[in-house]
């Protein structure tokens, strides 16, 4: 197994690595999943206690694919017992505070890192309604942060919100739905939030579940009311 380089850049910690899992420097087992499969309770108990780094992220650029490298770094995450906690509703990552969901940030995390962002659309600020340029004017008193796309937003097909490197993808032939492939990012609508995700296999991807841990569950791939999107090579 190659060795993982840690650097830090604009303020996000990023293991960058050749292979699927990443070599820990805290002492953290890496699993693999037969190691899972015979002793579950151990792993949830060593995932459960595992201190998390906030900013960091393992990136796995191994292909010649922006889209295969998405699916790679998404499942790197999702191997790591300490990155897997990452992303936590009760815990923070970067402009998400406790209590939000921050499935739309791994995505756009996982997505940025590996060169198909898909743009920061959202904003907040302290006073309802202020414009960029306010910030930009008294950026000490005027509190401004960006945001990725909302999960709904994602759903929603809008393609002026989401970077045009990105297009929903769309059924073809005779077929009701798209085929969608590991790369894509996977969403669909819902009354609060919605849900996004990133595809990376056969009726599988992976995203937040549980609170905000990183899993791989069937999402995208239970009805037909889902939203595929797929970066333009």
Not at 126 to 134: C, H, K, N, V
Not at 158 to 180: M, Q, Y
Request: net charge neutral.
């Amino acid at each position: 197994m190659k060795k993982s380089c840690l650097i830090l850049m604009s303020s996000v910690a990023i293991i960058f690595t050749n292979c699927s899992r990443n070599v820990t420097s805290q002492g953290i087992k890496e699993w693999t999943k037969e190691e899972i499969s015979r002793d579950k309770n151990k792993f949830i108990n060593e995932l459960t206690n595992a201190t998390t780094d906030e900013n960091q992220i393992i990136v796995d650029c191994s292909s010649g694919s922006t889209r295969q490298n998405i699916a790679n770094t998404a499942i790197a995450n999702y191997e790591s017992p300490i990155n897997r906690r990452n992303w936590l509703t009760s815990g923070n990552r970067f402009n998400f505070g406790p209590g939000k969901p921050k499935c739309n940030q791994f995505v756009w995390e996982v997505t940025a890192a590996v060169g198909a962002n898909p743009g920061l659309p959202n904003h907040s600020s302290d006073l309802a309604g202020i414009r960029s340029w306010l910030h930009d004017l008294y950026p000490d008193l005027i509190r401004y942060e960006q945001f990725p796309p909302s999960a709904n937003q994602w759903a929603s097909k809008d393609r002026s919100v989401i970077d045009e490197g990105w297009c929903p993808l769309e059924a073809s032939g005779r077929s009701t739905r798209p085929n969608p492939s590991p790369g894509d990012v996977v969403a669909k609508y819902g009354s609060r939030t919605g849900h996004v995700s990133i595809v990376t296999g056969y009726q599988e991807s992976t995203g937040t579940v549980y609170e905000g841990i990183i899993d791989k569950t069937d999402f995208g791939f239970r009805d037909q009311e889902e939203v595929f999107w797929r970066w333009q090579e």
